[in-house]
């Protein structure tokens, strides 16, 4: 079973900064990295396929396609491979949130 991580603000002291991260606020910080899109439909294929309706921003990583979910004001990402941590530390950190595991 992989590792679910969250990047949230909800351990964030109440300041300037907003309790949650706002979708509009994702779209604008993912569109300004060139190995991440957007979509709002997640397909997920094998020997069956699914499709997850959302929003959803996809890091490229070689061959490999990892999502980074919005949901509720928080960004979930699968720690599945180990590549994906140093990107999840730095979007907390220039988001101005932490990671929590769960």
Known sequence: MSQRYRITRALQENGNVAQTISLEECKQYFSSKADFSYTTVYTVTGS???????????????DTKIPFRYYQGDIYVSGTNEAVIPIMIEVAGELGADVLEG
């Open 48 to 62: 069956t396929s699914m499709s997850i309706e959302g929003d959803f921003f996809m890091w490229s990583y070689n």
